[in-house]
């Protein structure tokens, strides 16, 4: 089985500011984690992946997360909020392979001009 | 690359009727083609999960009748909502994956579809 749980539904934060999402997981299996955007009325893009391999991922747009096992995290952090930053953000996880990915309830970010 | 693709974007409907939602993976072939709603700010609910040339796999509580998914290619995947009612409306979304995405489950999605019954 696996879950993610994203703590806080709408995290505002000031332009220029860090951005700090944060996502806990849990999985029998070793995970496979990710970060996902959704701009209004939109499909979903993918941000960010873990796979194993670096516990540091970096991604798109200047977004970074680090796996922590030992806290089962994997939180998304920007060091400087962007207004165009501005949707809804999803992590989710996998056991890999063709196993369906889990979504979180997504964090909503507001930047703040 | 890995381009998936939704039509139509949206869709209006009377309540009774059927409609149907493509999704096409444009420059890969998509073994595995998953669809998913969203409710109003909430996350995706995993509706099915669909192999080409087999019957679709639904998760607990869709009812594989009214939600009907046909796979016939690799690169598309139909779902139909039979007899649509209001209850109905809501955002679909489809994803695709294919063979050489390695050993992680890297789903690609598409823009979704708007759907609403009225």
């Known amino acids: 089985a696996q879950s993610v749980t994203q703590l806080g539904s709408h995290v505002s934060v000031s332009e220029g500011a860090l951005v700090l999402l944060r996502c806990n997981y849990s999985s029998s299996v070793p995970p496979y984690l990710f970060w996902y955007v959704q701009y209004p009325n939109q499909g979903l893009q993918l941000l960010l992946k873990?796979?194993?391999?670096?516990?540091l991922v970096k991604g798109i747009n200047g977004f970074e997360a680090e796996f922590k096992k030992s806290e089962t995290s994997f939180h998304l952090t920007k060091p400087s909020a962007h207004m165009s930053d501005a949707a809804e953000y999803f992590c989710?996880?996998?056991?890999?392979?063709?196993?369906?990915?889990?979504f979180g309830t997504g964090t909503k970010l507001q930047v703040i001009p | 690359g890995a381009v998936v693709s939704q039509h139509p974007s949206w869709v209006i409907c009377k309540s009774g009727t059927s409609v149907k939602i493509e999704c096409r993976s444009l420059d890969f072939q998509a073994t595995t083609m998953f669809w998913y709603r969203q409710f109003p700010k909430q996350s995706l609910m995993l509706m099915a999960t669909s192999n080409e040339g087999s019957k679709a796999t639904y998760e607990q509580g869709v009812e594989k009748d009214k939600f009907l998914i046909n796979h016939a290619s690799l690169t598309l995947s139909t779902l139909t909502v039979t007899s649509a009612h209001p209850e109905d409306s809501s955002f679909y979304i489809c994803?695709?994956?294919?063979?050489?995405?390695?050993?992680?489950?890297?789903?690609?999605f598409g823009p979704g579809t708007r759907l609403t019954v009225l």
């Open positions: 873990y796979t194993s391999a670096a516990t």
């Open positions: 994803s695709a994956t294919f063979l050489d995405s390695g050993t992680y489950n890297e789903q690609f």
């Open positions: 989710a996880v996998s056991s890999g392979g063709y196993q369906k990915v889990t």
